[in-house]
């Protein structure tokens, strides 16, 4: 016959509460010591197993998101860009702009970081339950043309709507037709107002009707994006070009 601590293990096994199998040992062994309660010996028994699915539920999140990195803030170095405030930044992390359904504008050339710091954002909003997504401008387009050719059109739309945070990196940095811009002035309308969003660009926002070459279409983008907005103008040397000089002093 079995004892009732195997049948415990089995159950638990049967169950897949690992992290409950794992520790069963040692907190039987700490109830004893400590004389502890009926009540207090699973509470910290299931703290394990509610622990382990979170850690998982968080990876899940982040890997779902997309990033092309896993570079956070504390990996940013902010003595090398003066210009960025990271007070302002580790405000951004607390996620109170995503409560807010406020967007944040990351300007700056090409390599000063502005990516790393959208992303690190968009890690912070995950590891926190936040629905993110991360995907380049242009891929973005794509996509929605793609739909748009196979008359799935709004469909996709609500795909991007629904992530509460979504980060659109590198606007500008390859031209947009007018039909396309008008795809992008959907996805942003749609969003605007109701859930946040994160845009990179080494445009000058003067420059936007180039870059949709449509004036009136960007000044519709602009209105909506940058209506309840915090923009970073991030003015600085390229991370890349550094990397490059210092391993030539190597």
Not at 78 to 90: A, D, G, M, R, T
Not at 183 to 210: A, C, G, H, P
Not at 211 to 236: E, Y
């Amino acid at each position: 016959m079995n004892s009732s601590y195997q049948q415990l293990v089995k159950n638990l096994e049967y169950l897949k509460l690992k992290q409950m199998h794992e520790h069963l040992d040692d907190i039987i062994d700490t109830a004893v010591s400590n004389q502890q309660s009926f009540v207090e010996t699973p509470v910290k028994w299931t703290n394990h197993e509610i622990d382990r699915r979170e850690q998982n539920m968080v990876r899940s999140m982040v890997k779902v998101a997309a990033f092309p990195h896993l570079k956070e803030v504390k990996d940013f170095d902010f003595e090398f860009q003066p210009s960025v405030n990271k007070q302002q930044i580790l405000d951004f992390t607390t996620l109170r702009f995503i409560e807010d359904k406020e967007n944040i504008v990351f300007l700056g050339p090409s390599g000063v970081g502005k990516t790393h710091l959208a992303t690190s954002i968009g890690i912070a909003a995950a590891k926190n339950r936040n629905s993110t997504y991360f995907i380049k401008c242009h891929e973005l387009i794509q996509h929605l043309k793609k739909a748009r050719a196979e008359n799935r059109l709004e469909a996709r739309l609500k795909h991007y709507r629904k992530y509460k945070l979504l980060i659109i990196d590198e606007i500008g940095y390859l031209p947009i037709d007018q039909e396309d811009a008008k795809l992008f002035f959907q996805l942003i309308d749609m969003r605007y107002e109701k859930k946040s969003t994160i845009l990179t660009t080494n445009v000058n926002f003067k420059q936007w009707d180039e870059v949709f070459q449509d004036s009136k279409l960007a000044n519709a983008i602009l209105d909506r994006v940058l209506h309840h907005a915090t923009v970073v103008n991030i003015i600085g040397d390229s991370y890349r070009i550094k990397d490059h000089l210092d391993k030539e002093n190597d």
